[in-house]
C-alpha cells in the first residue's frame, strides 16, 4: 500500500515538473480575411505569384526570371504620401496609378490610369485581365506572419496572391 502511494507521489511530482505548452503553439494560424488584418495593407508593395481561376485552372504569371521588360513581375504598391491612399505598380507591360480604399476589410481600387505600350509578352497578355481584376475584387485578405502574402478575390472568383516585396 506504502508503494502505491509512493508511486502516485512520484507521479503527481513528475507531472508538475512538466514543461508546459506554450498556448500559441497550437492556435490556428490567423484567419487572412481578418478585417483588422487590411488596415496593414497601407505603405507596403506586392508582386504577383499566382493567378488561379474560378474553375481551379491557373494562369501563366511572370515572375522576372527573364532579362527582358517583357518578363518583369506584375506589382502592386500601396502609398499613403502626401496623406492620400495611391496605388501604382507594373501591370504587365504598362505602369498604371489610381487610388485605393480599405473599408470594412476589403481592399478596394479607384479608377487606375496607365501608359499606353502595346506588347505581345505573357505580361501584356494579362495586362487587361489584372487590371480588370483590380477594379472588381470581391474579397481581401492579408497574411503578415511569414510568407507575408496578399490575396485578392475578384468578382469572378479568381484568387490572386502577391507576397511582399521591398519597396
Known amino acids: 500500500m506504502r508503494s502505491v502511494g509512493a508511486l502516485l507521489a512520484a507521479a503527481a511530482l513528475c507531472a508538475a515538473c512538466s514543461l508546459p505548452q506554450h498556448t500559441d503553439a497550437d492556435a490556428p494560424p490567423p484567419d487572412p480575411f481578418n478585417p483588422a488584418?487590411?488596415?496593414?495593407?497601407?505603405?507596403?508593395?506586392?508582386q504577383l505569384t499566382s493567378w488561379t481561376r474560378a474553375d481551379g485552372a491557373t494562369r501563366d504569371v511572370p515572375?522576372?526570371?527573364?532579362?527582358?521588360?517583357?518578363?518583369?513581375?506584375?506589382?502592386?504598391?500601396?502609398?499613403?504620401?502626401n496623406g492620400q491612399r495611391r496605388a501604382s505598380g507594373f501591370s504587365g507591360c504598362n505602369r498604371y496609378t489610381g487610388t485605393y480604399m480599405l473599408r470594412d476589410g476589403k481592399l478596394s481600387f479607384g479608377p487606375l490610369a496607365g501608359t499606353r505600350m502595346a506588347c505581345a509578352s505573357a505580361g501584356?497578355?494579362?495586362?487587361?485581365?489584372?487590371?480588370?481584376?483590380l477594379a472588381h475584387v470581391d474579397k481581401s485578405g492579408v497574411q503578415?506572419?511569414?510568407?507575408?502574402?496578399?490575396?485578392?478575390?475578384?468578382a469572378s472568383g479568381d484568387t490572386l496572391v502577391f507576397a511582399r516585396s521591398e519597396k
Not at 488584418?37 to 506586392?46: M, P, R
Open 37 to 46: 488584418a487590411t488596415q496593414l495593407l497601407d505603405d507596403t508593395s506586392w
Open 63 to 81: 515572375h522576372g526570371e527573364g532579362d527582358k521588360a517583357a518578363d518583369a513581375p506584375i506589382t502592386l504598391v500601396l502609398s499613403t504620401a
Open 144 to 154: 503578415m506572419r511569414a510568407p507575408q502574402e496578399l490575396q485578392l478575390i475578384t
Open 124 to 133: 501584356g497578355k494579362l495586362e487587361s485581365d489584372y487590371l480588370d481584376a
